[in-house]
């Protein structure tokens, strides 16, 4: 079964709205989570990592006042798009490692947000 | 120049036909090399790890070239059940952070 949980799996928003992602790891802990986007026939793009009790690092190129991580809880992070417009309209997909010794073959990703601003 | 290189595809074979696939990458410090499996709008999966010994899991054969920084996955005896789009997966940092890097992706149809 899903070891990591991601909400909502389809969103359609307007333009300018702000829409919240939930990730979830369920039967374990994850200090580190990551976010990721994927547009159409393209590769997954690390956003950012965030870090359970502390702020997010992003990475290059990637706006953290448009896209507000919050981590606030060893099982759950939220990725905010504010403001979103259609160019924002992507697949968003989070991920956790459930090994605290990082073993990435224990790195599981959620179900992914397909986002349309319209 | 991407830091993971893949044939986008499409890769079109019969089904019980032999496939490869073929990544490069370009950052020299890469550590840990995966394969994952991504269906359309789903999550990618482990597919398997890639080692410089290269290692095999079934159907599937993976294989890592680090002086020409190279990485294969060949899949035998196609099933329909293979079509999806093939990922090329390395993670840049010595330490296992869990940031990956992506390649594009090598789409596979599988046909009957």
């Known amino acids: 079964g899903a070891v990591v949980s991601q909400h909502p799996s389809w969103v359609i928003c307007k333009s300018g709205t702000s829409v919240k992602i939930e990730c979830r790891s369920l039967d374990f802990q994850a200090t580190t989570m990551f976010w990721y986007r994927q547009f159409p026939k393209q590769s997954l793009m690390l956003m950012a990592t965030s870090n359970e009790g502390s702020k997010a690092t992003y990475e290059q190129g990637v706006e953290k006042d448009k896209f507000l991580i919050n981590h606030a809880s060893l099982t759950l992070s939220t990725l905010t798009v504010t403001s979103a417009h259609p160019e924002d309209s992507s697949f968003y997909i989070c991920s956790a490692n459930r090994d605290r010794g990082h073993n990435l073959e224990k790195l599981f990703f959620g179900s992914g947000t397909q986002l349309s601003v319209l | 120049r991407k830091e993971v290189e893949q044939d986008p595809g499409p890769f079109n074979v019969p089904e019980g036909a032999t496939v490869a696939f073929n990544c490069t990458y370009s950052?020299?410090?890469?550590?840990?090399f995966f394969w994952y499996r991504q269906d359309c709008r789903k999550e990618p999966k482990l597919l398997m790890s890639v080692y410089s010994s290269g290692n095999e899991d079934g159907r599937f054969t993976a294989q890592l070239n680090r002086a020409s920084q190279y990485i294969s996955l060949l899949i035998r005896d196609s099933k329909l059940s293979d079509s999806a789009t093939y990922l090329c997966?390395?993670?840049?940092?010595?330490?296992?952070?869990?940031?990956?890097?992506f390649g594009q992706g090598t789409t596979l149809q599988v046909k009957p």
């Open positions: 997966v390395v993670n840049r940092l010595r330490s296992n952070t869990g940031k990956l890097i």
């Open positions: 950052n020299s410090a890469s550590q840990s």
